[in-house]
């Protein structure tokens, strides 16, 4: 099956897999040659691509994953490898998310999605090595 990332920026990827895994909103979905057609909200976390008996490892950050006729699409906002994290960053800004004001239900949900997003970026980085 073929793989396509894409952010904004750019195509991450455009290539054969064998088995891709992504983070969805609400859980995990793993998609191999064959898969049922389907269209999933990704939430913020890992994404999995194998190929040639090796896997890379992703950090996404939303988006949406399209599974059709053998080829996986992933749109998202930030596809970054996992070798290209930077831990001590991501605990930073992790702190810094964690000591924001936040006295309203808007406030609230900004300040947990960059909660989020740090924490997964943690995650994807320290599973990766």
């Given at each position: 099956m073929q793989c396509i990332v894409v952010t904004p920026e750019r195509t991450e990827r455009d290539e054969p897999a064998e088995f891709v895994a992504v983070t969805l909103y609400d859980g995990e979905l793993g998609i191999a040659p064959g898969h049922t057609p389907l269209l999933g909200r990704l939430g913020f976390g890992e994404m999995r691509i194998t190929h040639n008996q090796h896997t890379d490892h992703y950090y996404v950050e939303g988006g949406f994953v399209e599974v059709l006729d053998d080829v996986v699409t992933v749109l998202t906002a930030r596809a970054i490898p996992a070798d290209k994290i930077d831990v001590e960053i991501a605990e930073e800004q992790l702190r810094s998310?964690?000591?924001?004001?936040?006295?309203?239900?808007?406030?609230m949900a900004v300040r947990q999605r960059a909660v989020a997003q740090c924490r997964a970026q943690i995650r994807v980085?320290?599973?990766?090595?």
């Open positions: 998310a964690l000591e924001k004001e936040a006295h309203t239900p808007e406030l980085a320290e599973r990766a090595t």
